[in-house]
């Protein structure tokens, strides 16, 4: 039965073929048409039609329903495309069996063409379901590196400071990967102050305000300090209205007033004590030789 | 691939660094990130302390598991102590029976990605998770 | 296991250079306060940068010598913790709020010597 069904659907393929290609047209995957070339539509099903028989003739296991599927995600078109075409030739398929067989009244044979025909018609299409969502999670977590990437550069200023903006949404994720990203920059650039520049981040909720914290005081800990910096009124009227507690570090609206009150808190120092200081850290040096 | 990787008895107090050495060596073998190394060996440290303290003796137990991500470090901490008299309280930050911080336990949780904990007069088993990302 | 605490002048300088156990922790708490008290030292810088675990038991040992040091007239400032060990800690909520901090020793040795001068 299986046998001979397969060979109908082969002798008879070029018909199949068509009558396909004709069902594809007159169905909604004929509206990407408005944003998709019509070429490239067509390309694509007959692709499409040569992936389906190239498993029916080698009882699937081909590497190709793979890379359609991936072509598929990568086109950015729907699963429907791919859900709608394995059902219309589902449907042709059968009406061409039927007419080779000639007239049929036995419900048991039209059954079992049924069967027959669902029995390969099904594992292509789960397997090219499962290549899409497979393929497309990839997509997601390639974009989630991507993102995460240009997300929290670390910007050296002048001995001791260091600028860090913060661009777009924080999530616990990204929220992690800042606060390593900072931590680590604190020490290789030895930063005696950090100023976190939030002017464009779009929403301040408690969550993000709690990781701004976090990072500001696990900056503490590793022996610097951090200006958050870039407070527009918005951001500050929710601050408040939340009750988020940040006195616990410096705020400053904007990226220069932060800077002016980072130099002040290493520049004072810097510049005015430097002479004492360096004997200060002389006498010391000299002493430990002593000892 | 997965399975149990090491088994540390905890019955003197060097053995809570011991454990958490293993851990960490078993957390970097796995391809851990080194502040997540940091976040395991710290809450291995914290359940080993705890058996000590609290059940005298336990072991720990380290095992590879696949779930939410193909690779995540399982330890098991388990002992036949006391048991937590309220796990609830427990697991407020800052409760502490002994004078300790209280960081313990809520401390693991924050740290791990997974926090189960079963107690009973018979003892206490805590299992916990990280994955690797 | 005991670490090694050195004096220059009015401060003391220690670098700790092991795996911190619960009795090396413990048994440097004593030494340190017993050193301060025959020193008269005022300062104290204690060097973290080879550290790489701080659980709440040694943290709060840790955190303890600090007040306790205080109230014998000496003031501690913790130098080079490891970005891995301030996110732990962070994580499990100990956020050593009344202790200074510094990035190294140079720093901290600054920032003790600025604090005395403002009391
Ligand atoms: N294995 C255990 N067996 C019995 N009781 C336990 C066990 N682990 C924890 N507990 C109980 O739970 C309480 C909370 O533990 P947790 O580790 O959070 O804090 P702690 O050990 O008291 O202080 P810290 O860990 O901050 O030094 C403990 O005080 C103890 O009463
Ligand atoms: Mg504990």
């Known amino acids: ?291 | 691939m997965k399975g149990t990787l090491s088994n540390v008895p905890i019955a003197k107090e060097l053995d809570i660094v011991g454990a958490r050495q293993t851990g960490r060596n078993i957390a970097n073998d796995l391809g851990f990130s080194s502040v997540d190394q940091a976040r395991i060996a710290t809450a291995i440290s914290e359940l080993a302390r705890n058996i000590y303290l609290y059940a005298k003796k336990g072991e720990i137990t380290f095992q590879q598991v696949e779930g939410v991500a193909p690779v995540g470090l399982k330890i098991i901490a388990k002992d036949n102590g006391p048991g937590i008299k309220d796990i609830s309280k427990s697991m407020i930050d800052g409760y502490s029976t002994s004078g300790g911080l209280g960081a313990g336990l809520p401390g693991v949780k924050r740290l791990m990605d997974d926090f189960d904990i079963m107690s009973s007069d018979e003892g206490t088993t805590i299992h916990v998770i990280k994955w690797l990302r | 296991m005991r670490i090694p605490i050195l004096k220059l002048h009015e401060y003391l300088l220690i670098s700790v250079q092991v795996d911190l156990d619960d009795q090396t922790a413990m048994q440097f708490q004593e030494d340190l306060l017993s050193k301060i008290h025959e020193s008269g030292a005022t300062g104290v810088v204690l060097d973290l940068t080879s550290v790489d675990i701080i659980d709440s038991f040694i943290a709060k040992v840790l955190g303890d010598v600090v007040s306790m040091a205080d109230l014998m007239g000496a003031k501690v400032v913790f130098t080079g913790i490891q970005p891995a060990v301030s996110m732990t800690l962070i994580d499990i909520g100990i956020h050593l709020q009344d202790v200074p901090t510094a990035l190294d020793l140079e720093q901290g040795l600054i920032k003790l010597r600025r604090e005395l001068e403002e009391k």
């Open chain 1, 1 to 291: 039965m299986e046998k001979r069904l397969k060979n109908i659907i082969l002798e008879h393929s070029d018909e199949i073929i068509k009558k396909w290609l004709e069902k594809l047209d007159q169905s909604k995957i004929a509206e990407y048409g408005e944003t998709i070339s019509q070429e490239s539509i067509e390309q694509t099903n007959r692709e499409f039609v040569n992936v389906i028989f190239s498993n029916i003739e080698s009882d699937g296991g081909t590497d190709d329903l793979h890379e359609f599927s991936e072509k598929i995600v990568n086109l950015g078109w729907p699963l429907g495309y791919l859900t709608e075409g394995m059902q219309a030739f589902r449907s042709v398929t059968i009406k061409v069996i039927l007419e080779d067989i000639g007239e049929t009244n036995s419900n048991d044979e039209f059954l079992s063409i049924m069967e027959g025909v669902n029995d390969w018609v099904d594992p292509i299409k789960n397997r090219l379901i499962n290549e899409y969502s497979h393929n497309w999670t990839n997509i997601v977590s390639l974009q989630k590196v991507a993102l995460q990437e240009l997300s929290a550069p670390l910007i050296p200023v002048m001995e001791g400071i260091t600028v860090m903006p913060l661009v777009g949404t924080i999530d616990t994720d990204r929220a992690k990967l800042i606060m390593e990203n900072l931590l680590n920059g604190v020490i290789k650039n030895h930063a005696e102050v950090v100023l976190i520049d939030i002017t464009g981040v779009p929403v301040v909720d408690t969550m993000v305000a709690h990781h701004i914290i976090q990072a500001a005081e696990a900056v503490r800990l590793v022996g610097s300090q951090c200006i958050l910096v870039g407070i527009r009124p918005e951001i500050a009227q929710t601050i408040v209205n939340l009750g988020i507690d940040l006195r616990n570090f410096p705020t400053k609206s904007s990226l220069q007033k932060g800077f002016r009150t980072a130099l002040e808190m290493t520049g004072a120092k810097v510049v005015s004590e430097s002479e004492s200081e360096g004997d200060e850290i002389e006498n010391i040096l000299n002493s430990i030789e002593k000892e």
